[in-house]
């Protein structure tokens, strides 16, 4: 089997935390390396920091959405969330900042999808 035929596969039979999850060890390791290169590669500094920003964009309006069954609370919380991620990561553009306070919130956020996948 093709290792695309298998990712399909793969796709089709993970619930939704599971595909967060898978979402979140990717983007999380695309920041770990962007902060592990040369600093003159801006290119992909900016490409891991535009898709965590987009991920964590995707959540926030997820949970902007009335039918979102999320507690309201932890809704707000992913929100504020989203809103710290898109200034932290301007910040570490303009090297004011560094990859590692982003790259900690995805591996709590993986955690915690971890733990609710296994509860579920």
């Not at 920003?53 to 926030?60: E, K, P, T």
């Not at 969330?81 to 993986?110: C, Q, T, Y």
């Amino acid at each position: 089997m093709s290792l695309r035929a298998y990712q399909q596969t793969a796709t089709r039979t993970e619930n939704p935390r599971e595909m967060e999850y898978r979402l979140f060890g990717q983007v999380t390791r695309a920041l770990m390396a962007a902060s592990e290169a040369p600093a003159d590669d801006i290119a992909t500094r900016i490409d891991a920091l535009d898709w965590n920003r987009r991920v964590w964009s995707a959540l926030a309006t997820d949970c902007s959405l009335p039918e979102n069954t999320l507690p309201v609370q932890l809704r707000a919380s992913i929100i504020s969330l989203s809103l710290w991620v898109g200034r932290h990561s301007s910040a570490i553009m303009r090297k004011e900042e560094d990859f590692e306070p982003l790259i900690e919130i995805n591996r709590m956020i993986m955690q915690g999808l971890a733990g609710r996948a296994d509860a579920a």
